[in-house]
């Protein structure tokens, strides 16, 4: 029989000891003595920290995994803040029963993706609960970045003007749509992965080597119709987005079609919307562009001065209509 | 994507635009009957498009806002009961009955699932047999085919664990109801979906007895503006009758096949549609054959009648009266996450889409 987690592996004795180290510890590079604390040293004035949890199921899905998603998920919260993510805390809360070989390679897809976006995953926590008290596994990361002190107007778009231009890095929803079709017995194949990666090498690339960058969000639940709202309620000008303009991938408009849902409310993992000065846009797109994340990047809209506070959208037919904010729920648990 | 953007060109649809100004002369009412068509028209900013003249509103065609609070209420009292799962069209799960709504109920531990189909709901009784499964068969002619085909389904299988809670509409009677009631309309956008099954036939007494314009079309913007265009020359030559623009999918018999299936499971029935009261013939029920897969037969479903206590005006926007930002709920204390009528619910909702993109314009 495959070794399955216990409550004894939670129990913070010999058992809890042992996982930690034949599984986190290994994975993660972990070194003796294992101290309450992680001591990190921040060599700037500011830094960013941010949290976040996940519970997506299914837990393995095409393209990652719950365990992937959690460091990738958090270092894009980090990179569009205009930090560069450098440490992780990840907190684990196990169903009593969960195969200790799924926790491996959960573990061990954590340790890559955070080899690939060059972070250190520093502590953690491990809990198991009684079956039935969680749906498998659920994962908790925070994380904290060091801030460039002239990248602090970013996170709350201060410079943002009409005629900036916003550049998203690449098709949004595949994430929502791959997860709905592993989700569902759906009758035909859908031929997607999910998007889940980071962000912060191609983000790093374009603040290098740009000075346009006024805001940048990652599009996560409720896609690019909750980011742009968002980023609407904080700023005094309107947006404008060309539908036509949008690099949806046809699987995604298909399933969209066949559903009925807005292909703009749909949640991504890897992807960001930038919004760029007008006459650093052409720049910020190449650069973006020259990167494996963001070679499909494309202006969608720009900043308007009408409609404070409102997203417009010129739908493909050309006709015009208010974007809201999306309500209600698509599908549980998407991340 | 093939056979959709050919459909959404921009030349095309510019250019039927530009026809339809030359070709309005005057004022024009037409009511689009179906949800799918309101959700198209505001999603493409069909109205935006249209000269100030022509006027389109929406009618009974969404089945989530015309679905009783009382059956609503029933389904949650059958949620509840011991071994029920309740398999359900997402669309549903959030509105409201006279006393909460189906995810209320699931969050206080009813077994209610969303399903895409009827025959989803079927899969999952089959697979389980110790479970009671109950799918809630709401829709117009468009769905009860497939409801139809699934009980067939549960009958040759012997699935003794599957039921259906029946409020199958038809569209016609409804139709011939409002106009009846004495809307002003000068023509209706006819249902897509529903004439792919019923065939243009079932729509011919609308020219015929009130001699109001008919077109039935398609979902894309280029159908859409083709049917206004077709609509507004039969208003101007006085020749009212019913056109088919969609005839990528429909015909004058419809789907006959789909007919059999409906004829063999259903008979027609009154009915009670939300804000329009009882329609005579307007509803389909099991017959006597399959009545050990009514749920409404094989529970005890007991719920206290109460509608719900509001001044939502949703009979009237059904109706084609009223304009949603006529009601004095609209946007205030009716919105899509707290709902006080149907229509603000359903992503086809007249509300909820006047409310997604229009609000504040």
């Known amino acids: 029989m495959n070794e399955k987690i216990t409550l004894s592996h939670g129990s913070g004795g010999r058992q809890t000891h042992d996982l930690i180290h034949s599984v986190f510890a290994k994975h993660f590079g972990m070194k003796e003595p294992m101290t309450d604390s992680a001591l990190l040293a921040v060599p700037y004035e500011m830094i960013a920290f941010t949290t976040d949890s996940y519970v997506v199921n299914p837990i393995f899905f095409p393209g990652g995994n719950i365990g992937k998603l959690a460091i990738c998920g958090t270092v894009n919260d980090l990179a569009v803040s205009g930090a560069d993510p450098a440490y992780i805390a990840a907190s684990f809360i196990i169903e009593e029963g969960f195969e200790i070989s799924d926790l491996e390679r959960i573990a061990a897809s954590m340790a890559d993706e955070a080899e690939t976006a060059g972070i250190k995953i520093m502590t953690g926590d491990t809990k198991v609960v009684e079956k039935g008290h969680c749906d498998r596994i659920f994962i908790t990361t925070s994380g904290v970045g060091i801030l460039r002190n002239d990248q602090s107007h970013i996170s709350s778009g201060a410079h943002i003007k009409a005629g900036d231009r916003l550049i998203i890095n690449g098709p949004p929803g595949n994430h929502e749509v791959t997860i709905i079709a592993s989700r569902r017995q759906l009758a035909f194949d859908v031929p997607l992965t999910s998007d889940c990666a980071s962000l912060n090498h191609l983000i790093k690339k374009v603040l290098d080597q740009s000075p346009g960058v006024h805001f940048m969000r990652d599009l996560t639940r409720g896609g690019l119709a909750a980011a742009l709202n968002e980023l609407a309620g904080m700023i005094s000008c309107g947006i404008m987005i060309d539908e036509a303009l949008v690099p949806f991938e046809e699987p995604v408009r298909g399933l969209c079609e066949i559903l009925g849902f807005d292909p703009l409310t749909l949640a991504s993992e890897g992807r960001v919307v930038i919004a760029a000065a007008a006459d650093e846009a052409q720049k910020i797109l190449n650069v973006m562009r020259s990167d494996p994340a963001g070679r499909d990047s494309s202006v969608i809209g720009e900043i308007t001065a009408e409609k404070p506070g409102r997203v417009i959208v010129k739908s493909s037919t050309g006709g015009r209509r208010f974007l809201d904010m999306p309500s209600g729920l698509l599908l549980p648990r998407i991340c | ?361």
């Open chain 2, 1 to 361: 994507m093939k056979y959709v953007d050919e459909f959404r060109d921009r030349k095309l649809i510019m250019h039927l635009a530009d026809q339809i100004r030359r070709s309005a002369t005057g004022d024009y009412t037409f009511m689009e009957v179906c949800g799918g068509h309101t959700a198209a028209i505001h999603r493409f900013g069909i109205p935006s498009l249209l000269p100030p003249g022509i006027r389109l509103i929406s009618g009974p065609g969404c089945p989530v806002c015309v679905t009783a609070a009382a059956y609503i209420d029933q389904l949650i009292s059958l949620s509840f009961q011991k071994g029920v799962t309740v398999a359900t069209f997402g669309d549903l799960m959030r509105v409201p009955g006279s006393a909460g709504s189906l995810s209320e109920a699931r969050a206080e531990g009813a077994d209610i699932r969303v399903v895409l189909s009827a025959y989803e709901a079927l899969g999952i009784a089959l697979s389980d047999k110790n479970l009671k499964v109950v799918f809630p068969a709401i829709g117009f002619e468009t769905t009860a085919p497939g409801t139809a085909v699934t009980v067939l389904k549960a009958d040759g299988e012997g699935a003794d664990n599957f039921f259906v809670l029946n409020a199958h509409k038809v569209m016609p009677p409804a139709m011939e109801e409002i106009i009846k009631g004495g809307s002003k309309i000068d023509g209706f956008i006819c249902p897509g979906h529903v004439s792919v099954i019923t065939g243009s036939s079932a729509f011919e007494f609308i020219p015929r007895k009130y001699g109001l314009a008919s077109v039935i079309t398609g979902f894309e913007p280029t159908d859409i503006l083709s049917a206004i265009l077709m609509l507004i020359r039969q208003v101007n030559n006085h020749d009212p009758g019913v056109e088919i623009q969609y005839n990528r999918a429909v015909t004058r018999t419809g789907n006959t096949k789909a007919q059999k299936y409906m004829n063999e499971v259903f008979e027609s029935c009154d009915a009670a549609w939300r804000g329009l009261g009882i329609i005579t013939s307007g509803g389909l029920k099991l017959r006597e054959k399959y009545k050990s897969f009514n749920a409404g037969v094989s529970f005890d479903i007991e719920v206290a009648h109460n509608e719900p206590d509001t001044m939502c005006i949703c009979g009237d926007i059904l109706r084609g009266i009223s304009t949603p930002s006529e009601c004095t709920l609209f946007a205030s204390v009716c919105t899509p996450d707290h709902p006080s009528g149907a229509c603000m619910v359903s992503a086809e909702g007249a509300c909820n889409t006047y409310f997604k993109y229009h609000l504040h314009e």
